[in-house]
């Protein structure tokens, strides 16, 4: 499979447990993005990266969640001191990235990391 | 703020039925929209952009910038187009806004 693989596909911890995720997009594509997506609503933007660097990141994403992507590749998600409110499909997703800024280039999405927050 | 509404969480439309799923956007300048689906048991994705004017599946799109609506149609629904579908815009090159998704379920 040549697509966007996420690990575990299911997490559930306890309150105030730390968690993390991992992602691994298309092998020649160079931005990569998190969503989240609650029960009966659409995926929510976290966080971009355009190679290593992190371009971008959303209000929802508070001082307990940090993400990574050290060589530009694969990326991590983590969670600190869990909440129920964290109970959500994590979603990765990856794009080969424009040759201009401006320039919007397919996302492809992974199936997704559900955590349940206990 | 940037937002998509999609005011249906659940249409039931008979097979061979016209199939109208309607989306709503907020956003002054000039985004670009999106169907994204998501069948069952499979990932999230891209249907169609209004930027190609493809009809992909039978489904079709036309921007209303009076209206701010982008709505999605098919002539003949088929039992194959049930899943759950999502709207969404971007204005620049990275995060999506996706819409809260209309569950489109086709009966035989």
């Known amino acids: 499979d040549t697509g966007v693989s996420q690990d575990p596909r299911h997490k559930i911890t306890k309150r105030g447990q730390n968690v993390t995720f991992r992602c691994d997009p298309i092998?020649?594509?160079?931005?990569l993005y998190w969503y989240r997506q609650t029960l009966g609503q659409g995926p929510e933007f976290l966080t971009y990266?355009?190679?290593?660097?992190?371009?971008?990141k959303s209000r929802l994403l508070s001082d307990r969640f940090s993400a990574e992507r050290p060589k530009g590749s694969f990326s991590t998600l983590e969670i600190q001191r869990t909440e129920q409110g964290d109970s959500a499909m994590y979603l990765c997703?990856?794009?080969?990235?424009?040759?201009?800024?401006?320039?919007?280039?397919?996302?492809?999405f992974g199936p997704g990391t559900r955590l349940t927050v206990l | 703020a940037q937002r998509v509404t999609q005011p249906e969480k659940l249409l039931s439309v008979f097979k061979g039925a016209p199939v109208e799923l309607k989306c709503n956007y907020s956003y002054s300048g000039s985004p670009e929209l999106f169907w994204y689906v998501q069948y069952s048991r499979q990932r999230l994705q891209l249907l169609l952009r209004?930027?190609s004017r493809e009809s992909i599946k039978g489904f079709t799109a036309d921007l209303n910038k009076g209206e701010t609506s982008f709505h999605l149609k098919k002539p003949f629904a088929q039992e194959e187009d049930s899943a759950m579908y999502y709207c969404a815009l971007t204005y620049r090159a990275s995060k999506i806004i996706f819409g809260s998704g209309t569950r489109l379920s086709i009966r035989p």
């Open positions: 209004h930027i």
């Open positions: 092998s020649e594509h160079n931005r």
């Open positions: 990266f355009q190679n290593e660097a992190q371009l971008e």
């Open positions: 997703a990856s794009s080969l990235g424009g040759r201009a800024s401006g320039i919007w280039d397919e996302q492809f």
